[in-house]
């Protein structure tokens, strides 16, 4: 490790990890050897769900549309926060109370809207008034 500025360093590590080696020190850790032999953190407990094992979501932080698709940043029950990943809305579908809930408190955040949501609006035509003066020539009319 080496230290590049006092915000940054640069990691020793093999190449193919094909990480970038230059990072935030706010992004390093220190490394705790554990004080039990073979201690490991348990993974939390599976929930079954219409017969699939899954784990439960604890919460809903983000949202996001990606190629017009929406995904949900996942905060999942019993994890850290460094667990916390990207689901498509197809993966939290049996958390529906959890999506409402940050919607309520996101009221801005990216959603899918549903097409019965615009069956309801009326739309009309309009005529345009302005018109362009005579030897003016209006950039929709030049041909290239």
């Not at 990606?66 to 460094?82: A, K, T």
Request: with cysteine.
């Amino acid at each position: 490790m080496e230290v590049v500025s006092p915000s940054a360093i640069r990691l020793k590590l093999l190449a193919s990890w094909r990480k970038h080696l230059v990072v935030n020190v706010s992004e390093v850790r220190l490394w705790k050897k554990p004080t039990i032999e073979d201690q490991r953190a348990a993974l939390p407990a599976l929930i079954e769900v219409e017969g699939k094992q899954e784990f439960a979501v604890e919460a809903i932080i983000d949202t996001c549309l990606r190629c017009d698709n929406l995904e949900f940043l996942v905060q999942w029950e019993g994890f850290i926060p460094d667990h916390n990943t990207w689901e498509p809305a197809s993966h939290v579908e049996n958390a529906k109370e959890k999506v409402d809930r940050f919607y309520k408190k996101n009221l801005g955040a990216p959603r899918k809207l549903r097409k019965v949501w615009f069956e309801k609006l009326i739309f009309k035509s309009y005529t345009n008034y302005t018109s362009t003066p005579k030897g003016v020539v209006s950039h929709l009319e030049v041909e290239v």
